[in-house]
């Protein structure tokens, strides 16, 4: 394991099954009416958020204190980063608290990797700008493993706002890495140019894609980045690229569907599609737990002993 997690792009396919597996234990803790283990009593984890997040932030709380780590949470409003204290400061002010890790979600684009180079925790991106969300991306190869048994040979579709999408840039990197078969789909506007490159097709047809997917992952229309035009309008893009009822009839009848959340319920996906038994969202959900409780494990405590 390296000594932070920065993107998915770091890591190796072996890294990945390791942290799949370690979250397996994990999530056998997660069912069981105590929930909690001491693998980390003792050690500080701050989560510092200078960006909203629901998902990502309580679970990486969960996890911690699953953990039984002494948890801070830390967010710019309350705390001096609001009177202009600089990202380095603040960083080193955690570092003199004693901070062992720090989960960091950043609008910009690189920032937890420049808090390696000014202290001496573990670092854990939580969603940096719209580079890279590694965290995500392992809690949903997770998901596809355990539901669909295997992460080789499937054939998984993207669809929507990759542009912005760092989500879909660490599970494009993730699932090529471990010989999944990924389409990246949507208008060509919110298509990167280097798509290419990351060893996936592209397609600005979703009906022609749909009969061949094992899963349908959707991301969100990421209105707050998108600082231009690139479709005419909410509604047109929903009936060019949502996901419908009409939609999913034409995939495979145990294919899955997918969203980090949260959900632009009747834009990418229809509502009563996001509630189908098997769009799986809330169980990438709880995943998540299991996810980040294993990296903060491989990263803070790992011993030779099983963690269950
Ligand atoms: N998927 C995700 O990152 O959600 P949050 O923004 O709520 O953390």
């Not at 997690?5 to 942290?19: K, N, Q, Y």
């Amino acid at each position: 394991m390296h000594e932070h997690v920065l993107s998915m792009h770091d890591l190796t396919a072996d890294d990945v099954t390791r942290i799949l597996d370690t979250a397996e234990s994990f999530r056998k803790v997660g069912t069981r009416v105590i929930k909690k283990v001491p693998a980390l009593r003792g050690r500080t984890v701050v989560n510092f958020f200078l960006e909203n997040s629901t998902r990502t932030r309580i679970s990486f709380e969960l996890a911690a204190k699953r953990l039984s780590a002494d948890v801070i949470n830390f967010s710019a409003s309350g705390s001096s980063v609001s009177k202009g204290e600089s990202l380095k400061d603040t960083a080193l002010t955690l570092q003199a608290m004693g901070a062992d890790a720090i989960v960091i979600r950043h609008s910009s684009s690189g920032s937890p990797l420049q808090l390696t180079r000014w202290v001496d925790a573990h670092i854990l991106n939580a969603g940096d700008g719209t580079h890279e969300h590694p965290t995500q991306g392992l809690l949903d190869l997770y998901t596809m493993r355990e539901k669909l048994g295997r992460l080789e040979g499937l054939r998984v579709a993207i669809v929507g706002d990759v542009l912005h999408s760092r989500v879909a840039r660490s599970l494009s990197f993730g699932l090529v890495k471990m010989g999944a078969d990924v389409t990246l789909v949507g208008p060509p506007t919110l298509i990167p140019p280097d798509a290419p490159v990351w060893g996936v097709h592209v397609s600005y047809d979703i009906d022609a894609v749909l009969p061949k997917l094992d899963v349908c992952y959707l991301l969100r229309v990421q209105t707050e980045r998108q600082r231009l035009e690139f479709f005419p309008s909410v509604r047109e893009y929903a009936r060019f690229f949502g996901l419908t009822r009409r939609r999913v009839e034409l995939m495979p009848q145990d294919a899955l569907i997918m969203h980090p959340g949260p959900m632009n319920r009747g834009v990418e996906i229809d509502s009563d599609v996001a509630d189908l038994p098997s769009a799986v969202i809330e169980d990438q959900v709880t995943n998540g737990i299991a996810i980040r409780m294993a990296l903060l494990y491989l990263l803070l405590g790992a011993t030779k002993e099983d963690p269950g």
